[in-house]
């Protein structure tokens, strides 16, 4: 039997030896058993130092000794030090703890340096650094390359990865999707994107697609533009049109005007010279970008497939008092219920219940037509025309008010038509401050993005006038007008005017309009941050709230989410905790697995702000995804003994369990719990109110839509967040409630030829069973109660004749045997059981065939494809993507079905006001006597 080694005395006594051979044998051996007698080999660490330090041909594995014994005394930074004394010594291929974690602390140290938190780097630390890359290229280990490269800022080191991969194309997406989740330095980011975009450019087929993402991040729209008109001028007309829709869904309205601009000259005709553009194409290039096309199929979606529940509506108006309150709130659950569909029975069929509207409740009313005719542009001046100036008999200014808030909601984003007309409006004199509030709402959504000189000075003027309902109004619009545009004068001009300013609410407006300004910026927009969590005014600190929110958004900032928790429990102000909590779900948004975790001790705070900005937060996060955890946590707090918790917990359970199917058991509790809600008599109001408008969100836009800030490609959608937030301020104020509309994606795959027609035969497959993203079913309406017969008096006599002729006539039946109409009605008997016997245990198919335009729910996607039978095919490769598919035809030559699309004409809106009776002359003759 071998000797088992119990000590390691023998061996540390040749380290006093001369031989180099015996003390190199010494140190060999006391580095193979280091793990286990760690302890002894501490008490000659000088002896090793020593070693090291004369610097014979045994220093460098002393110098490893020497880092394994302080590694185990938990001595980290001279087991690094030491650690890079052992040069070769260290093996990178070892896969031990401790070799893991000295790489671990070398990757750190390099790392901060690289970052610029750190000034000192030891040179050999770059050595062990550059060793760890040459065996993961060794190791053919190229996605663990592109992350450390990242990390560490290493770009040289990221393209050599990329350009030795087997696959290129796969890496560059891996590593655009890493660079737009992962770093944090938005500078460093953009650097990275620019090589990218050079490699996505330089690949033997040229990825166009990566190639427009990155423009778009960049904020590079002259790039763009020329993408487009190269791809124009060399005939992929397919090609450019798909990317066209693609710049449409992802960048800001001021992008797409310089496009839409380069686009249009190029189309144009100098002189006797041809266009370089074909006319046609280039005005079909333009109308895309101007998002006529995707808000026209939309439309056509949405107003097919709209499966809202009218009951719901009906049942809920019966249910609750005529009170002001529930008044909006149906009228918010309605715009929601109808988002984008351009259909409003509900308001039709309840004209004289709408008619009880007063002052702002009638704003909110007209307002609440934006959202039904959300990207109804073409007649969004018909449609709103009996409620602009000139047409309202009665309660004129707040129902002109609300037409002005409802056309900007109806233009957000793409308000090029409409911003000429608003400003016009703007600028009347006569106007009074509830038309001037809608109007400045409008605007500001029309103009969203643009860094419009002209409607900036507009709404600045409104906002120094220092009317409070309008300057609030002013201050928002601001925002919103130079979204993400970080204009230090704005801010300047702003914060001076908070800081004279009395007006709570222009204060509050000024808090929503910086945080907007701020969009995007993530470090840029720390400085301003501080400054504002430094103020006294607590609604400046809120304004610090908002700004995390919007600069950090989806970024999983952990500084970011530490600040944010530190607020949440230390702030003296319950509105200032109650944004810092609900700013969580922001940040962690592209990460929404996350948040339960993060916010679960929160949500049992003893502050009830606090619960309802968890509940906000999970909801805003976790929109459409019936987290599990995420419904664990707010269940709970729809119970809670406070009801504006209890508010925010219907209205984030139903934001979570959007267009969940019934197979989901929770769906159909949900549904239930609102509608017990609802009818409970001795249930608080603000309850009430949340459990009505949850109603709606579950609707949204006829089950057809859902919450995203997220799109597709994991990236953060602008529209949304800044939609998202304006909803979270219909705590101050209720009509900003309808700005959710902001947020709404319709879930449809919608499939265009080359002519952007909808093509009929194109087979889209869900490979599921139709039950698993199912529309729920539909309420069913009460059924009619048969009254009961009064029981009448039978005399003894009368019943012993019944007998006895009851008895005759059952002689007679036997006698003659049974009637055709007894026959039949025992076969009906017999075969209905039959045939539901059938229809039961006839197999659910597992797999569904689509029509185009497609209803595609966000889990649904990975499961769908397209025929590879189809004469069509898609011009985007890899994972299908919702929204607008350009298809290429491999059989031109033979006839297309094409799906016609329905043009609405746009109908008057239901009447919130008595009108005037016509002109008629008296006849005395015809008066009753």
């Known amino acids: 039997m071998a000797a088992v080694l119990t000590s390691a005395g023998g061996i540390l006594a040749l380290l006093e030896d001369s031989e180099d051979e015996l003390q190199k044998h010494a140190l060999s051996k006391l580095n193979e058993t280091c793990d286990h007698f760690w302890a002894e080999i501490a008490d000659y660490i000088e002896d090793l130092e020593k070693i090291f330090e004369n610097g014979g041909p045994n220093a460098e594995l002393a110098a490893l000794v020497a880092s394994k014994v302080y590694y185990h005394l938990g001595e980290y930074e001279d087991a690094v030090t030491f650690a890079l004394g052992a040069g070769e010594q260290l093996s990178m291929q070892d896969s031990s703890e401790y070799v893991l974690t000295i790489i671990s602390k070398c990757i750190d140290a390099y790392t901060a340096y690289q970052q610029g938190t750190s000034e000192h780097l030891d040179k050999r630390l770059v050595a062990v650094v550059e060793r760890m890359f040459n065996s993961c290229f060794d190791a053919k280990e190229f996605r663990q390359l592109a992350g450390l490269a990242l990390e560490t800022r290493r770009i040289d080191i990221l393209k050599r990865a990329i350009t030795e991969s087997e696959n290129v194309g796969e890496m560059l997406n891996y590593c655009f999707k890493v660079s737009m989740t992962l770093i944090s330095h938005r500078g460093f980011r953009n650097e990275v994107l620019k090589e990218l975009a050079e490699m996505y450019k330089s690949q033997k087929t040229p990825d166009y697609f990566g190639v427009c993402q990155c423009q778009i991040y960049l904020e590079d729209a002259k790039a763009a533009g020329e993408l487009l008109i190269n791809l124009l001028v060399s005939g992929e007309v397919n090609l450019a049109y798909q990317i066209s829709f693609d710049l449409y869904n992802a960048a800001t309205q001021h992008f797409l005007i310089i496009v839409k601009n380069m686009v249009g000259e190029k189309s144009k005709a100098n002189g006797d010279e041809k266009p370089a553009i074909d006319t046609e194409v280039g005005a079909k290039v333009q109308k895309i970008l101007g998002g006529n096309y995707t808000l026209e199929v939309y439309k056509e979606f949405l107003s097919r497939n709209n499966h809202a529940d009218k009951l719901i509506l009906v049942n809920t108006k019966a249910a609750v008092s005529s009170n002001s309150i529930f008044h909006s709130a149906m009228v918010m659950s309605n715009a929601m219920m109808y988002a984008g569909t351009t259909q409003d029975p509900f308001l039709r069929d309840n004209t004289e219940w709408l008619r009880r509207a007063q002052n702002w409740a009638k704003f909110n009313v007209v307002a609440s037509l934006g959202v039904i005719h959300k990207g109804h542009t073409a007649q969004a001046r018909k449609v709103l025309q009996p409620y602009l100036p000139g047409a309202s008999p009665e309660g004129g200014e707040y129902l002109n008010g609300g037409a002005y808030y409802a056309l900007g909601l109806i233009h957000a984003n793409h308000g090029a038509d409409i911003i000429d007309y608003l400003i016009e409006q703007l600028s009347d004199r006569e106007g009074t401050e509830v038309t001037q509030h809608g109007c400045c709402l409008g605007l500001g959504l029309a103009a969203m993005a643009t860094g419009n000189e002209d409607v900036y000075n507009q709404l600045k ?131 929404p697995e996350q948040l339960p975790s993060t916010v679960m001790l929160l949500c049992e705070s003893f502050n009830p702000h606090v619960r309802y900005g968890s509940c906000m937060a999970l909801g805003i996060a976790c929109a459409g995804t019936a987290n599990a955890e995420a419904i664990s946590l707010v269940e709970p707090l729809m119970q809670d003994s406070v009801g504006y918790v209890r508010q925010g917990a219907f209205i984030a359970m139903a934001l979570i369990m959007m267009q969940q199917p019934f197979s989901n058991p929770k769906a159909k509790w949900l549904r239930e719990q609102l509608i017990k809600t609802i009818g409970d008599k001795h249930e608080d109001v603000l309850s009430k109110f949340g459990a009505i408008y949850a109603q709606g969100i579950l609707e949204s836009g006829g089950r057809n839509v859902t919450a995203r800030l997220v799109n597709d490609e994991g990236h953060i959608r602008m529209q949304s967040v800044t939609g998202m937030l304006l909803f979270t301020q219909f705590w101050f104020w209720f009509p900003l409630g309808n700005c959710l509309s902001l947020a709404l994606t319709p879930t449809a795959l919608v499939c265009l030829n080359s002519d952007l027609k909808m093509v009929k035969n194109i087979n889209i497959k869900s490979n599921a069973p139709p039950s698993r993203f199912a529309y729920p079913p539909q309420t069913e309406p009460p059924k009619e109660k048969s009254k009961e017969k009064v029981e009448t008096a039978v005399l003894s006599i009368t019943s012993k004749v019944k007998a006895k002729e009851k008895s005759k006539t059952e002689e007679e039946k036997s006698e003659s045997g049974k009637t055709d109409s007894e026959k039949d009605d025992e076969k009906k008997t017999e075969e209905k059981p039959e045939k539901e016997k059938e229809k039961s245990s006839e197999p659910e198919p597992e797999f569904e065939m689509l029509s185009n335009p497609a209803r595609v729910v966000t889990g649904q996607l990975p499961l769908v494809t397209f025929s590879e039978e189809n004469r069509y095919h898609s011009v985007r490769t890899g994972p299908i993507r919702s929204g607008v598919v350009m298809f290429s035809n491999s059989k031109p030559d033979e006839p297309e079905e094409i799906i016609e699309i329905t043009a609405i004409e746009a109908e008057e809106a239901a009447p919130t006001v008595v009108e005037p009776p016509k002109p008629f002359k008296f006849n005395p003759e015809l008066e009753d006597e």
């Open 461 to 591: 003027d409104k906002m120094v006038f220092d009317n409070a309902v309008v300057g609030e109004a002013a201050a928002i619009a601001m925002g919103l007008v130079m979204l993400g545009t970080n204009d230090k004068d704005v801010l300047a001009i702003m914060l001076d005017h908070a800081a004279d300013t009395e007006h709570e609410k222009v204060i509050r407006g000024i808090a929503v309009g910086v945080s907007l300004i701020l969009y995007g910026l993530q470090e840029e927009a720390d400085e301003q941050i501080d400054s504002l969590l430094n103020a006294k005014d607590s609604i400046l600190r809120m304004a610090a709230c908002h700004s995390i929110a919007t600069a950090y958004a989806g970024t999983n900032d952990n500084k970011v989410i530490r600040k944010l928790l530190h607020i949440s429990v230390s702030d003296v102000s319950d509105d200032v905790r109650r944004s810092a909590i609900t700013s969580l779900g922001f940040v962690l948004c592209r990460f």
